[in-house]
């Protein structure tokens, strides 16, 4: 497929707990971006990396790229019932398109 | 608030009616997207304008006939759906794509669910 892929599929862990999430792409990047999306909303834009950066930070957030490895982990610390939400990544190469997400559940 | 908003935030048709879907934005950006999220199904990207000339389809059958007369609004023309049509319209927007490339990020609305009887 032209998209990358995120996993695992679903993720539920305790409030407090940290989480993280994989992304993986088939060709080479501009950037990559990952996105939020609460349960029938819009997406929102996280936190975009650039493929000459390794990590990231944006607040509670964590993001690292490994190009050899065409991969991408998006890290929550100290989770939050309201980071409950599906995320996806995005990279600009392959023209807008979108894995399957994570679904990210965080129990109270 | 995104700065782009959608409308009808919910619609139900039959499969012979005509609606459209409509998208407006205010981020003063010149490429608009239509995207169908379907339950279970990776989002799929619909249509791609830049500077309101239409750069993708990807393959999206005729009875969805996107318009978009200005680089701030875009809409999604819906004629003859099928039940399996039923599915979260999501429209984004972003700055202009150079070379069919995009370097920001998307800017999404809320979405028009849609279900057809």
């Known amino acids: 497929s032209q998209q990358g892929e995120e996993d695992p599929q679903a993720l539920s862990i305790q409030e407090g707990e940290n989480a993280t999430m994989n992304c993986s792409y088939k060709t080479s990047i501009n950037n990559l971006q990952w996105y939020r999306q609460n349960s029938g909303r819009g997406l929102v834009h996280l936190i975009l990396i650039r493929s000459n950066e390794r990590e990231k930070h944006s607040g509670r957030l964590r993001v690292t790229l490994d190009t050899s490895k065409k991969s991408s982990s998006l890290l929550i610390t100290a989770s939050r019932a309201a980071d409950t939400a599906s995320y996806f990544c995005e990279d600009n190469f392959n023209k807008f398109y979108f894995g399957s997400g994570t679904k990210l559940n965080v129990k109270p | 608030e995104t700065g782009v908003t959608q409308t009808p935030r919910h619609l139900v048709m039959g499969m012979t009616n005509k609606k459209s879907l409509k998208c407006e934005q205010h981020?003063?950006?010149?490429?608009m997207y239509w995207y169908k999220q379907s339950a279970k199904k990776p989002l799929e990207l619909m249509f791609v304008y830049n500077f309101k000339e239409q750069t993708e389809n990807n393959s999206v059958p005729s009875r969805f006939s996107p318009e978009c007369p200005n680089s701030s609004h875009l809409f999604l023309h819906l004629h003859t759906l099928q039940p399996e049509d039923s599915a979260l319209y999501l429209c984004?927007?972003?700055?202009?794509?150079?070379?069919?490339?995009?370097?920001?990020?998307?800017?999404f609305g809320e979405g028009s669910r849609l279900t057809v009887l």
């Open positions: 984004a927007s972003s700055h202009g794509l150079a070379g069919g490339a995009r370097t920001g990020e998307l800017f």
């Open positions: 981020l003063g950006h010149n490429a």
